[in-house]
């Protein structure tokens, strides 16, 4: 599976963004998914993570009730919406893919080249 991360940019506090990950191959859809961050001198991590049919969620706390993750099979793509946007969001964001339910980071084996988002206060 390649993964194709677009929809970043900059954007004021409060506001909102939608960044998506294009996939290719026929195999998308038995893949878990999971939007993942890095920001500059920090680890990078699990956002939000999503089931083969979009049925199940999970999301960080520091991002509940705000980000809201999407998949359609059909486009072979994963969406993640974002709003009320703090400055502490501000980050590269990667979509990844694993065969497996799980937040550890290794255990995604595909990843997507990242999409800058930066919220300024």
């Known amino acids: 599976v390649q993964l194709q991360a677009s929809g970043g940019g900059l954007v004021q506090a409060g506001g909102s963004l939608r960044i998506s990950c294009a996939a290719s191959g026929s195999t998308f859809s038995t893949y878990y998914m999971g939007w993942f961050r890095q920001a500059p001198g920090k680890e990078r991590e699990l956002v939000a993570r999503i089931n083969w049919s979009g049925s199940v969620t999970s999301y960080a706390g520091s991002v509940e009730g705000r980000f809201t993750i999407s998949r359609d099979n059909a486009k072979n793509s994963v969406h993640l919406q974002m709003n009320s946007l703090r400055p502490e969001d501000t980050a590269v964001y990667y979509c990844?893919?694993?065969?497996?339910?799980?937040?550890?980071?290794?255990?995604?084996?595909?990843w997507g080249q990242g999409t800058q988002v930066t919220v300024s206060s």
């Open positions: 990844a893919a694993s065969s497996r339910w799980t937040v550890v980071t290794t255990l995604y084996e595909y």
